[in-house]
């Protein structure tokens, strides 16, 4: 079992910066590889970033250039580093765990961004 918990959301006005944090806790060694989504109301939940085995992450076309994600094995910790946000890139952004072909989920985190 794996326990996600995400932190940071918030309101911030177009063109300003966010991080993301999402600390994972449990069977933690197992886990294959995270991945951020975010969900806009109304909308489909929508992968954003996504790390690959021994790779670099994949990113929406939409956060290219803008959005990076990236871990702190110590803290068994992910962060996605948001610049430049518009306000299309509001919604709830969740955290998700593969660990060992099971998905978990975090609650969740709010970023709104303002005009």
């Known amino acids: 079992q794996v326990t996600l918990v995400e932190s940071g959301g918030g309101l911030v006005q177009a063109g300003g910066s966010l991080r993301l944090s999402c600390a994972a806790s449990g069977h933690v060694n197992n886990i294959d590889v995270m991945k951020w989504y975010r969900q806009a109301p109304g909308k489909r939940r929508e992968l954003v970033a996504a790390e690959t085995p021994g790779g670099l992450p994949n990113y929406e076309e939409s956060v290219k250039g803008r959005f990076v994600l990236f871990r702190d094995n110590r803290k068994d910790t992910i962060y996605l580093q948001m610049n430049d946000l518009k306000q299309e890139d509001t919604g709830r952004y969740y955290c998700?765990?593969?660990?060992?072909?099971?998905?978990?989920w975090g609650q969740g985190t709010q970023v709104t961004v303002s005009a």
């Open positions: 998700n765990a593969v660990w060992i072909g099971y998905n978990f």
